[in-house]
């Protein structure tokens, strides 16, 4: 899938000062993780660089090594690749399923964060517990990555697919199809978003939809939220990288507000609990969109995580905020999917 993007030839011009002391109040093994490497200049990589850095990186997450930050998957959960096979492409799938199951269990679809790097892999952690004390099957999405010729909307598209899939093969994957709930984190929130709109639009069936450290405004007002100037410097997400992100996500000629949850009609929508860390360039995203959904009616749930930045679920091994967000993700799906 190709689009006219060009490669961002300059930085934003309202780059606000960044302050040294927006990091000393991040963990100090966040502090120690991110201070051992540069600050990768997105914009001045060219299109062969970018996909090649994604690699890289998706390769050092996935080491056993990382665990150590990632997090240790629970005993109680098996995890398998599976290919979901399309009639244009087929989409490999990370799967997670309680040990010892035998009865039909709700589905989960839960979509990894990242945009241009993320793999399912780094969320072992959180799925395998999700699917173990859940009692769930969860099926992460390994969905193309973004690049100049990749939009965001092919992540999206993938997301969406791998749902009706699994939907529509609901005895072969041992699903309950009255009991799914949809996840994502960062990036991929915006892709589980869109997805429950889009489920909404068609007449199907949610329990409910959990979004972490949620980004749903690729317009240029992405960069105008307070906690985006506030915290514009942080280790793990930096206002730089919100940008670029944003630059590359739409194709030239696309309105931005179509891949804007934050702009759609929110009617109609199931649950939504909102995880939110404090340090975080885009909390001001999620708390917009929490709004915006409780005004539309839907049931509204915020918890928000001092000390703790962007993507910190991801890393239980550095952040300790991490475990109680997970218990309460798990509590709310238990609750939702019952």
């Not at 502090?31 to 540069?38: A, D, M, Q, T």
């Not at 869109?194 to 489920?199: E, Q, T």
């Not at 944003?246 to 891949?259: K, M």
Request: net charge positive; proline share 7%; hydrophobic share 40%.
């Amino acid at each position: 899938m190709t689009h006219s993007a060009t490669k961002p030839t300059s930085k934003s011009t309202s780059k606000p000062t960044i302050k040294p002391a927006t990091k000393h109040r991040q963990p100090l093994g966040i502090r120690v993780l991110y201070g051992l490497r540069k600050e990768p200049d997105f914009f001045a990589m060219s299109p062969a660089e970018l996909i090649a850095f994604g690699q890289a990186q998706n390769r050092i997450v996935s080491s056993p090594l990382a665990r150590l930050a990632t997090g240790f998957p629970h005993r109680g959960a098996s995890i398998s690749w599976q290919d979901v096979r399309l009639p244009d492409r087929t989409i490999r799938v990370r799967v997670y399923r309680p040990v010892g199951a035998s009865a039909t269990l709700p589905l989960v679809v839960h979509v990894h964060g990242g945009g241009y790097v993320g793999t399912a892999v780094q969320c072992d952690w959180i799925n395998s517990h999700v699917a173990a004390r859940v009692r769930a099957v969860v099926v992460s999405v390994e969905h193309r990555q973004m690049d100049y010729d990749t939009p965001l909307a092919a992540a999206v598209d993938d997301g969406w697919d791998v749902y009706r899939h699994v939907l529509r093969h609901a005895g072969e994957w041992g699903i309950d199809p009255g009991r799914i709930a949809l996840a994502g984190e960062s990036a991929g929130s915006m892709v589980a978003a869109l997805s429950v709109l889009r489920a909404r639009d068609a007449g199907l069936s949610l329990r409910a939809q959990v979004l972490v450290n949620p980004c749903v405004d690729l317009t240029p007002t992405a960069l105008d939220y307070k906690s985006m100037a506030e915290y514009a410097g942080t280790p793990n997400l930096t206002r730089e990288g919100v940008d670029f992100f944003r630059r590359i996500a739409i194709p030239d000629g696309t309105d931005p507000r179509e891949l804007s949850p934050l702009y759609a009609d929110l009617t109609g929508l199931p649950p939504t609990l909102f995880v939110i860390p404090a340090l975080d360039p885009v909390a001001d995203h999620g708390r917009a969109y929490a709004e915006r959904l409780r005004a539309a009616g839907t049931t509204v749930q915020v918890n928000e995580f001092d000390r703790a930045g962007h993507a910190f679920i991801s890393l239980p091994g550095l952040v300790r905020q991490a475990r109680p967000a997970r218990d309460r993700i798990v509590e709310f799906l238990r609750e939702q999917l019952s």
